[in-house]
């Protein structure tokens, strides 16, 4: 077994401060046909451990700072939970968005099968602690537990897992570093500023979202049909944008008719971006960690704004400084960011955020079929109102919601989701 000791980096700082201001954890939903026993979980949980170095470890305080420790960490636990009768996953997987996992007492990973008597078809609920996961990992972690129930549940060996190392903090792998640093430091903090006066002068006058006492996630899985992904692709190439651009633009819309009454002069916006490819050296999927930046925009809306020109202006906002490097700059100001936004009680992050995957790599067919998977990361009380995790899957377009219960109800949710669906498949 690789253990891990070191301190974490500025994003991964960043992610433990949220969590304890409020729970924060990245949550996945695998729909299973049978749904693998617990004795079965158990022995995979324990060769995942083995391989993978965070999955032994827990956050510690270090003063002002926090440590990855591996003294006395246990085994991943797995959870047995009923579905209700007639429901579904979703008060489970509502559970785990809303519950803090023990980060000083570890390990950072935990699964909870919901099973239902009548059917061996089932959902297995991963929840992981948002600093030693993102998208990537989690997907190859899926993958890695995804392979091995199938061998146990064939009656072969589990597949030879070789214990990895632990990968470098996100800090320590930039493309650019000390004087690099500094020299593109003062133009990025520039442009921040000068984006924060632009808000605040469209913004005046406008009331504020409500920064809520307490607060619950709350979410709602959305499918477009597959015959608009063509559409969607083809019509992003034709208006010099990307799909990922439309789904920002359809959001901030319907968030803005529903939410702001349709009178928004600006909405911000967070995109993320994966930086595994742009390290030095790069980061393969199989290593858990965030290695991921958060890239908040401001777009201009008016009262006839046009769909084609918000998306192209948010596609160039997002692309414009990922290209320049911001997205590096961004992930290391995250601490001070996050220390700054908890300390407030006036003002949201953004309005909407959304993370978008395209084709998701994972094997649905097998002993151990996987119909549907979900995704979702928690919210707090001083994030976006409204976020999305996409995903295509199996050729359908999905759409993982998430909102507060402060801000809306399901109903509130679903007229927004609708919109967003009802505007890209007109486009299509």
Not at 58 to 77: L, N, S
Not at 207 to 224: D, F, H, N, S, Y
Not at 358 to 383: M, Q, T, Y
Request: charge should be neutral.
């Amino acid at each position: 077994m690789t253990l891990v000791e070191r301190k974490l980096s500025p994003f991964e700082h960043a992610l433990t401060l949220t969590n304890l201001f409020a729970p924060f954890n990245i949550v996945g939903v695998l729909e299973l046909e049978p749904l693998p026993s617990s004795e079965h979980l158990v022995d995979v949980l324990a060769a995942l451990q083995k391989r993978h170095p965070l999955l032994n470890a827990a956050i510690h305080p270090d003063g002002k700072e926090f440590r990855y420790v591996t003294q006395g960490v246990g085994p991943v636990p797995v959870e047995t939970v009923d579905r209700p009768e007639g429901g579904s996953w979703r008060r489970a997987a509502e559970h785990e968005l809303n519950t803090r996992l023990d980060s000083e007492r570890g390990p950072l990973l935990k699964l909870t099968r919901v099973v239902d008597p009548s059917t061996e078809r089932g959902e297995l609920v991963i929840t992981s602690h948002h600093a030693i996961n993102d998208g990537v990992g989690m997907l190859e972690l899926v993958s890695e537990l995804l392979a091995c129930c199938r061998a146990l549940r064939e009656g072969k060996p589990l597949p030879e897992l070789p214990s990895l190392q632990p990968a470098p903090p996100l800090d320590a792998l930039f493309p650019f570093s000390g004087m690099g640093k500094l020299m593109r430091l003062p133009p990025f903090m520039f442009r921040q500023m000068t984006d924060e006066l632009r808000y605040r002068l469209k913004t005046r006058g406008v009331p504020k979202p409500v920064v809520p006492g307490q607060a619950e996630c709350r979410i709602l899985p959305v499918q477009i049909s597959a015959e608009n992904l063509t559409g969607l692709g083809r019509l992003a190439r034709k208006q010099r944008t990307t799909p990922h651009a439309m789904m920002h633009a359809a959001m901030l819309l319907a968030v803005d008719k529903h939410l702001y009454g349709g009178n928004a002069r600006a909405l911000r916006g967070i995109g993320f971006a994966d930086l595994r490819p742009f390290l030095n050296p790069p980061v393969s999927s199989e290593d858990l960690g965030s290695y991921i930046s958060m890239m908040r925009y401001t777009a201009e809306l008016g009262p006839n704004t046009d769909f084609w020109d918000l998306a192209r202006n948010i596609g160039a906002l997002l692309y414009k400084d990922a290209k320049r490097g911001d997205k590096f700059l961004a992930a290391s100001m995250t601490k001070p960011l996050m220390r700054m936004m908890l300390s407030q009680t006036n003002q949201r992050m953004a309005a909407a955020a959304l993370s978008f995957m395209d084709k998701v790599p994972l094997v649905a067919e097998g002993p151990v079929r996987l119909h549907n998977l979900h995704g979702f990361v928690s919210n707090i009380a001083v994030g976006p109102q409204f976020t999305a995790l996409a995903r295509i899957f199996r050729g359908a377009l999905w759409w993982d919601f998430l909102y507060m219960n402060s801000d809306m109800d399901e109903t509130g949710a679903r007229a927004i989701a609708q919109d967003i669906s009802n505007t890209l498949t007109a486009l299509s």
